[in-house]
């Protein structure tokens, strides 16, 4: 697939957890826990297949509706993943961001562990691994809203300038490029509130493999879906030339 079009960024929604445990039996903590081992293999085929951006949707700002001891255990199975991919990601040249709120919401060992990883990665240049983590795309948005509202409240902006560009700056993703492909697993056909300013022209992939099933194969499977997509950007198809619809 080397002259195939790669995703510069993929955001990955990864779904299904908790069904693959119930259908075994086994408590939903099982299933995080499974689906944490599949996070490893996701950032290492994605980091061999050479895309520069990866962003995963670990935990939603709506997720703490949740039973309390599930939240506590998906927080000690983000920590868990902090601690131990430190040495690889650092190995292996992956600056990790946060995209979503660290506040005190988030439990301090949980924070310390992730931040560690942020300041300890910060010189990667190989591959960015976006964790999103608190993350609500409305509640990005309005809080960049809100920081663009305080600009033009002290005069450094006014309300008929303020674009697209003024309001990239203060969303949490201001480091990222836009998303180009949306990989959701467990077969549902939704965002759940991901990056909807930032997936805005995304392709989206939606499979039935619950997250704990991914293997490399669904990666290649969305990147060859990808690869068969014509981005159009508003366009016509013959703007964008008969080239890039081949298969
Ligand atoms: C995704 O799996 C993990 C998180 C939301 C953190 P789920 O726990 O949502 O799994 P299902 O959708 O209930 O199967
Ligand atoms: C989306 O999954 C959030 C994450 C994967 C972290 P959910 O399972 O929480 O989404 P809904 O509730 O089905 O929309
Ligand atoms: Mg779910």
Redesign the pocket.
């Known amino acids: 697939m080397n002259d195939r079009p790669l995703p510069q960024h993929i955001a990955l929604i ?9 259908t075994r039996g086994l408590p ?1 903590p099982k ?2 826990e499974a ?1 944490a081992r599949k996070v490893r293999l996701a950032v290492r085929a994605c980091h061999e297949r050479k895309i520069p951006v990866l962003t995963l ?4 700002a709506a ?1 703490w509706s ?1 039973p309390e001891e ?1 939240v506590d255990n ?1 927080m000690r199975i983000c920590r868990e993943f902090a601690e131990e991919e430190h040495d690889e990601l650092v190995a292996r040249g992956v600056r990790v961001v946060v995209v979503g709120d660290m506040d005190e919401d988030v439990p301090a060992v949980t924070r310390r562990a992730t931040e560690r990883l942020v300041e300890d990665t910060a010189n990667g240049t190989s591959m960015t691994l976006a964790l999103a983590l608190n993350y609500g795309g409305r509640r990005d948005m309005v809080s960049a809203m809100r920081a663009v509202a305080a600009q033009a409240r002290a005069g450094l902006l006014l309300p008929e300038e303020i674009d697209e560009r003024s309001l990239r700056r203060f969303l949490s993703t201001s480091s990222l490029p836009d998303a180009d492909l949306v990989i959701r697993t ?1 077969g ?1 056909q939704r965002l759940s509130d991901f990056l909807p300013f930032e997936a805005a022209f995304a392709e989206l992939y939606f499979t039935e493999t ?2 704990p099933d991914f293997s490399e194969a669904t990666i290649d499977e969305a990147l060859a879906f990808y690869a068969r997509r014509q981005r159009r950007f508003g366009r016509t198809g013959e703007q964008i030339g008969r080239a890039t619809a081949q298969v």
């Open positions: 990864l779904d299904g957890n908790g069904r693959w445990a119930q939903r299933g995080h689906g949707y670990a935990f939603s997720n949740r599930e998906l467990g549902e619950l997250w």
